[in-house]
């Protein structure tokens, strides 16, 4: 059975930190790029960082580039978000996003984690 399982999620006041993980079973973690999106109240669901198997961070959102670092341990299934200088407009459920095109197209979500930047 997929699971991807989000935490580390909470309320930080602006200009603070969070560090998101997910942690991931029942496929083969080390063969999937996995990113992290996040949907906003009213908004579409956004890319905000991705990873290669090889642990090549990639396609940082513009709005994050500088701030958000994102890396994998493939030894231990998980990947992690580190959110630096967080503002207002980063609050928003978080998700873990794990996607394979070798030889089917595979596709999982995990359920989020809500982050929330407020004084």
């Known amino acids: 059975q997929v699971q991807l399982v989000e935490s580390g999620g909470g309320l930080v006041q602006p200009g603070g930190s969070l560090r998101l993980s997910c942690a991931a079973s029942?496929?083969?973690?080390?063969?999937?790029?996995m990113s992290w999106y996040r949907q906003a109240p009213g908004k579409e669901r956004e890319l905000v960082a991705l990873?290669?198997?090889?642990?090549?961070?990639?396609n940082y959102a513009g709005s994050v580039k500088g701030r958000f670092t994102i890396s994998r341990d493939n030894a231990k299934n998980t990947i992690f978000l580190q959110m630096n200088s967080l503002k207002p407009e980063d609050t928003a459920v978080y998700y873990c996003?794990?996607?394979?095109?070798?030889?089917?197209?595979?596709?999982?979500w995990g359920q989020g984690t809500q982050v929330t930047v407020s004084s």
């Open positions: 996003n794990a996607f394979s095109g070798y030889l089917k197209v595979s596709n999982y």
């Open positions: 029942g496929f083969t973690f080390s063969t999937f790029t």
């Open positions: 990873i290669t198997p090889a642990a090549v961070p990639s």
